[in-house]
């Protein structure tokens, strides 16, 4: 590694600059020179020589629609200490830089700021709604903060699409009580947002939104993330809008697959397979059918052998590892054994809600159902108001009674449940 890319104090300095710049030139012949950038960036580079063919292709991020957004926005618990950053972030905003808050899937929630540079944000598609992760945009310090669940911080040529280098950021990861990245917090603008003060001043605001979570919200700083047997690979499917096996996102289709082969532990055939995917599958229907689950098998097979995990998918019939999970499955067997705490913490959302496949729907009611009548028959007062914040609590009014009943008298939360039920009851 030569002096210039030691010199990692200041990336933003001109030689700097100028040697990552030339680095840069040789990504399209997919060459990552380390000797001129920071190792932070060329990993990253690396990283994302893997999902796109070559910067050049890396235009625009990918977007959800303002309904999505929206919906994003009202679950996310960062909602409800907004005020709170913004008082944190102020000055950043004083000296002309934006602040962008993310979800664990790289799309940007909320992104505030001076108005100047929110505006040629937007020319880059750095906007609410657009997603910063590596998977659609490259190196940035959004997309390297949710990939390795660190710090980060990018300047001007590091970035891997050349749209973006007239931008610099810094970005820390925003943490549940467990330890499970809930999204990224991000300061972007000029050379001022690279600045061991920027990072700093980053650092504290997430440490002070993560220790509000830890005592004012449904989680508690006492629970402990999943315990699982060592060398087990863990594949959250009810974890969020996006499963993810790793730090590698999955596509719906590939997670409804691990998910069936994880409950069918036995294995499952192509046919047993397609018609769980797909329903009932007319006779000549079935050869396509088999057809595209075996493609999707070899996708799959191919994807996980350079994830660099220790996991495959047998054959004849298709079968997972013993050493391979789903936080569903985690969570069931929590329920079990009376572990409601576990159970709740493995797997904080509903199984794959995007998945219509007939197999995953019938799972997804059967844990919905069993989870929620193990909450009714026995939860404390803080399982319950845990499983309130689920969606699939939103509108039940039994559990919302029940909080009526089982909450302290003193409880700051019953005025929740009284507005709550007032809604749902007219």
């Not at 893997?50 to 009202?74: F, G, M, N």
């Not at 100047?116 to 997603?131: K, L, N, V, Y």
């Not at 396509?288 to 004849?316: C, D, F, I, N, Y």
């Not at 399982?383 to 700051?412: C, T």
Request: hydrophobic residues 40%; charged residues 15%; glycine residues 6%.
């Amino acid at each position: 590694m030569t002096v210039l890319a030691r010199a990692h104090h200041n990336p933003a300095d001109d030689a700097y600059q100028a040697a990552v710049a030339a680095a840069h030139q040789k990504l399209v012949d997919a060459v990552v020179d380390t000797r001129q950038v920071r190792s932070a960036v060329s990993e990253s580079w690396r990283r994302c020589l893997k999902l796109h063919d070559s910067p050049e292709r890396v235009i625009a991020p990918s977007t959800i629609s303002t309904t999505v957004l929206e919906e994003h926005r009202k679950t996310h618990p960062i909602t409800a200490v907004l005020p709170m950053l913004e008082t944190l972030l102020a000055p950043a905003h004083d000296v002309g830089l934006i602040t962008a808050i993310s979800n664990t899937d790289g799309y940007l929630l909320w992104v505030d700021g001076a108005h100047q540079m929110r505006e040629q944000a937007e020319t880059i598609g750095f906007a609410p709604g657009s997603d910063w992760s590596e998977e659609s945009m490259g190196t940035s310090a959004p997309g390297a903060a949710l990939s390795t669940g660190t710090p980060a911080q990018v300047a001007g040529a590091e970035h891997f699409s050349h749209h973006v280098h007239n931008f610099y950021c810094s970005a820390v990861p925003l943490r549940h009580p467990s330890g499970r990245v809930l999204g990224i917090l991000d300061l972007t603008g000029s050379a001022t947002a690279v600045t061991p003060l920027a990072l700093a001043m980053l650092s504290n605001a997430a440490q002070v939104i993560e220790q509000y979570w830890s005592t004012h919200t449904f989680w508690h700083a006492h629970q402990q993330p999943p315990v699982v047997a060592p060398h087990t690979v863990f594949i959250e499917v009810a974890s969020g809008n996006t499963a993810r096996l790793g730090k590698l996102r999955l596509s719906n289709r590939h997670a409804e697959i691990l998910t069936l082969l994880d409950w069918h532990r036995s294995g499952l055939s192509a046919t047993q397979l397609a018609h769980l995917l797909f329903g009932d599958v007319a006779p000549d229907e079935l050869p396509t059918r088999l057809t595209t689950v075996r493609a999707e098998m070899s996708r799959l097979r191919k994807l996980l052998s350079h994830s660099g995990l220790p996991m495959t998918v047998e054959s004849q019939p298709y079968r997972l590892q013993s050493s391979i999970t789903t936080d569903v499955s985690a969570a069931m067997r929590a329920l079990h054994r009376g572990d409601l705490t576990t159970a709740l913490q493995v797997a904080p959302a509903d199984l794959l809600p995007g998945s219509d496949a007939p197999g995953v729907v019938e799972l997804r009611n059967h844990f919905a159902t069993t989870l929620r009548e193990a909450i009714l028959a026995d939860a404390s007062a803080d399982q319950l108001w845990s499983y309130l914040g689920r969606h699939q609590a939103a509108d039940d009014v039994e559990a919302w009674l029940l909080a009526l009943k089982i909450l302290p008298a003193n409880s700051p939360r019953r005025a929740i449940v009284t507005a709550t039920l007032q809604r749902l009851t007219g």
